[in-house]
């Protein structure tokens, strides 16, 4: 059975992902929280704020996003160039869930920080 269509202002949020250039990953989560307007739905102001983000990450998650927020990297960037989901990032950022070591090297990579500043060892 296929899903049902959602329609807001007479778009798919699929077409509103495309059209206002939020990622539909975004649009869709917002929807699912009960945002069902527009404005609601193609805020940005919320994606752009490096201060909230870095707020509510903790331990060695927070530190790999300070990284990665020096060196203009988000999560999608990060996932489309190492392989890795942008769920399985976004739980290690925000302490939500491990990472093996492997993937961290890839990480630690793309983003040229060591694995042993993220996880604490060395300043």
């Not at 939020?22 to 940005?44: E, K």
């Amino acid at each position: 059975m296929k899903g049902a269509t959602i329609y807001v202002e007479g778009m798919t949020l699929r077409q509103i992902s495309e059209k206002y250039d939020v990622p539909l990953d975004t649009v869709t989560h917002r929807y699912s929280r009960g945002i069902h307007d527009l404005d609601g739905l193609t805020s940005t102001e919320f994606l752009k704020n490096n201060k909230h983000r870095l707020n509510i990450a903790y331990g060695n998650g927070k530190r790999f996003l300070e990284e990665s927020i020096d060196r203009n990297i988000n999560l999608d960037e990060l996932s489309r160039r190492t392989g890795i989901s942008r769920s399985a990032i976004w739980n290690f950022i925000y302490n939500r869930g491990d990472i093996s070591s492997v993937r961290l090297a890839k990480l630690c990579g793309v983003v040229g920080c060591s694995m042993d500043y993220v996880m604490g060892l060395k300043n």
